[in-house]
């Protein structure tokens, strides 16, 4: 038999040197303290040990008036030389006990957990130990004196002794244990009496049913041994869904607990886990659990389950093991105010393996019915007294998929709902807006309206003078010389589906042009009442948001504030047509600080093919169908001329993609200060219409350039361009 627990020469060198210390009866001249461990060296930090395994000590002390080594209980002494792999408890030295005065001792440890080797050395002189710690730093220890006038270290080495890993894993379903397994035993279910089983031979596995589509959660329960780490072997027809997941465990294969969804009928076996401790080698270990289970899926019959919301609270819930009663005086009783809605989700899991198979039915009392995940009753209608509705009922169908069988569940929804009114303060709420809608009964007509939005439902409107007096609509327009006039309403109307909206119509045209503003004063004659009889409170004259009044341009980039990084100095957005004549630049610029200049030395420098061009590109800047035939659009941009430039005209712009309203444009403006410019036009065609998206287009024509010499510089700046639908009034 080979002995691997030999005393090394460091020891039997120490021994030489201690000799007969302890035999000396005069009092040495000094004294020292030191140790020596076959783990930790001259430290007595780190040191580890497994269960059933041993660890020397040596007391290298000298001028030692007394020397004890003391064990925690559940440790023993055993002989100095003991094999390694074997049972050591038959190598224990029963007649020490846990205390002995040897100056070497061999401990075996039988405990996990710290375990404490303690020694109590008495001096003839006062020493001091300087060791190492846990953190590499110096490790002092100094003697006290004792009344006996000896001076004691009393000093315990502790050794983190870890068990044997024993690995155990639990099976859930819905709160429910379908199994679980330790290295010896399998408990089914809610059995606390183990079976004993053979890992190796799978013949005599238990079989176990798990619902096919629904979540079976498998937990690592593993604590004795102090595993560090796991790996999973899950049945190949389980498609994982969720993990717990943290900065130690990223992936699921390594997490304490993952979510499985069985997805076919296959008899399979459980899996396994490998759990492992890794570091110190001293004691690395590992140890592979099988789960010896065959598990069997089974598609559970279907079980509906849903919510119901109440302004997003939930006022119902309806699990899968609830069955509401038919019983009408049991039921949950709510409120709702009139036009309120319940929202009703389905939730259902149970007996759902792929939604591809299953249909919904919400069966509503009112008649109605919906066939989503998510669906909607409303009630428009006041209940009084102990009147009250009932909502109506959820059917899950699932149907027959190969060997997954049809199943069918449905539920009543219990609830009883009163629907009343409660008076509330009704106000304005929001902007004012026109709008133009067109009219689909015939084309080319449209219906211009202004729109009032209130905070509550309103009752319709049964006095139209009364209405319309109690409005104040006054329409101006500087540009075409209207002053504020006061414009007769045709009509004051609730609309029909949205109850909180009121419809203004005049009996004259406005246009988007305009300068609108809307006042109320009819509160004290309750000329408007919400569904509560409340009056809608008088508000002051407001300007109201016309209808598409908007640059259909990204500001940035038609005010050239963004540089193409591929192509400097040209402009983001825009195409120049293999010319170097129109550049984005910063010396001038109307908003921020950029625009767009033009500049050659002569007219020699224009484009001799016909023009130099600069084109909005439809990737950047696209228009898309932004106008029809016929509508009426205004361009507005800012041109600034230089004195020294003569040249008066030769620059136009123009729709393309299809090419429509050219324009010509005159430079003959006032020189050195930015000037807007404005060109109101009628769109040619509808844009979109062409192959490729239509653009915009600045262009000098060689050819058509009027002003000045052929030898004059041309020099001009033009920025923030805005294209927008424009009603220009008569």
Excluded at 233 to 250: K, V
Excluded at 277 to 293: G, H, T
Aim: charged share 25%; hydrophobic share 35%; aromatic share 10%.
């Amino acid at each position: 038999m080979k002995l691997i627990n030999k005393i090394s020469l460091m020891f039997i060198t120490a021994l030489v040197l201690i000799g007969c210390s302890n035999d000396i009866e005069e009092k040495p001249a000094w004294s020292d303290v030191s140790w020596y461990t076959e783990s930790g060296g001259f430290a007595h930090y780190n040191l580890m040990r497994r269960t059933g395994e041993a660890m020397s000590f040596m007391d290298l002390s000298q001028g030692v008036y007394s020397h004890e080594w003391v064990l925690d209980s559940g440790n023993y002494f055993i002989e100095s030389e003991y094999p390694r792999g074997e049972d050591l408890t038959k190598y224990i030295i029963p007649e020490l006990d846990r205390s002995t005065t040897n100056t070497t001792i061999n401990v075996l440890f039988t405990e996990s957990g710290p375990q404490g080797v303690r020694l109590n050395n008495a001096f003839y002189h006062p020493v001091k130990y300087i060791g190492l710690g846990s953190d590499n730093s110096a490790d002092t220890i100094e003697s006290y004196l004792r009344e006996d006038g000896m001076w004691v270290i009393d000093t315990t080495f502790y050794v983190d002794v870890f068990a044997e890993l024993q690995p155990v894993v639990q099976i859930e379903n819905a709160g429910d244990v379908i199994a679980k397994i330790t290295q010896d035993l399998l408990y089914i279910g809610d059995d606390t009496v183990g079976i004993p089983y053979d890992a190796t031979d799978n013949s005599t596995w238990k079989e176990v049913n798990v619902p096919l589509g629904e979540e079976v959660i498998y937990k690592d329960l593993t604590t004795i041994g102090r595993p560090e780490t796991r790996t999973w072997t899950f049945p190949d027809n389980a498609q994982i869904i969720d993990f717990y997941y943290d900065e130690a465990y990223t992936e699921a294969e390594t997490s304490s607990e993952v979510t499985l969804k069985f997805v076919s009928t296959k008899r399979v076996s459980a899996g396994a886990i490998l759990s492992e401790r890794l570091k110190p080698d001293v004691i690395a270990e590992s140890s592979n659990l099988r789960l010896p289970l065959y598990l069997v899926p089974q598609a559970a019959d279907v079980e509906a389950s849903y919510v119901v919301y109440h302004n997003d609270v939930a006022v119902l819930t309806i699990n899968e093991k609830d069955i509401p009663s038919d019983d009408q005086t049991t039921w949950q009783e709510i409120e709702v105010e009139k036009g309120d809605q319940l929202k009703l989700v389905d939730m259902t899991t149970k007996g759902v393996v792929d939604y591809s198979t299953i249909q919904r039915d919400w069966a509503f009392d009112d008649g109605t019915s919906s066939s989503d995940s998510v669906a909607y009753a409303v009630y428009n209608t006041l209940t009084s007294g102990e009147e009250y509705f009932t909502v109506g009922s959820f059917t899950i169908n699932r149907d027959k998929d190969g060997s997954i069988p049809a199943s069918k569940s449905s539920k009543l929804i219990p609830l009883k709902v009163k629907v009343q009114l409660e008076s509330r303060p009704t106000f304005k709420e929001g902007e004012i807006i026109a709008e133009r809608n067109e009219l689909t009964e015939t084309s080319g007509t449209y219906d211009k309206v202004i729109a009032v939005y209130v905070s509550e439902n309103l009752q319709d409107i049964t006095d139209q003078t009364l209405a319309k007096n109690s409005f104040t609509v006054m329409v101006s327009n500087a540009e075409s010389g209207l002053a504020s006039t006061s414009f007769q309403i045709e009509e004051v109307k609730v609309n029909e589906t949205d109850r909180k909206r009121v419809e203004i119509r005049l009996t004259e045209e406005f246009y988007n042009s305009d300068e609108i503003t809307v006042a109320y004063n009819g509160e004290s004659n309750a000329a408007i009442q919400s569904e509560a009889g409340v009056s809608l409170e008088n508000f002051a004259e407001e300007n109201i948001v016309l209808y598409r009044k908007q640059n259909v341009f990204n500001t940035d980039l038609a005010g050239f504030e963004v540089g193409n990084e591929r192509v400097a100095p040209f402009a983001d957005g825009w195409f120049n047509q293999k010319v170097t004549t129109w550049l984005r630049n910063d010396t001038q610029a109307h908003t921020g600080t950029h625009s767009l200049r033009f500049f050659a030395a002569n007219q020699a420098e224009l484009n001799n093919a016909g023009r130099d061009r600069i084109q909005s590109t439809d990737s950047h800047l696209p228009l898309g169908t932004s106008f029809k035939k016929g509508d009426q659009v205004r361009v507005k941009y800012y041109l600034y001329v230089p004195s020294a430039t003569l040249m008066t005209d030769g620059l136009t712009l123009q729709f393309q993609n299809p090419n429509m309203n050219l324009t010509p444009i005159s430079t003959d403006i006032t020189k050195d200060q930015w000037v807007e410019q404005t060109v109101d036009m009628v769109i040619g065609s509808d844009f979109g219409s062409a192959a490729k998206g239509t653009t915009f287009t600045f262009a000098l024509v060689k050819a058509s350039v009027e002003g000045g010499e052929t030898s004059d510089a041309i020099e001009f700046f033009i920025d923030d361009i805005s294209i927008e639908y424009y009603e220009v009034r008569p």
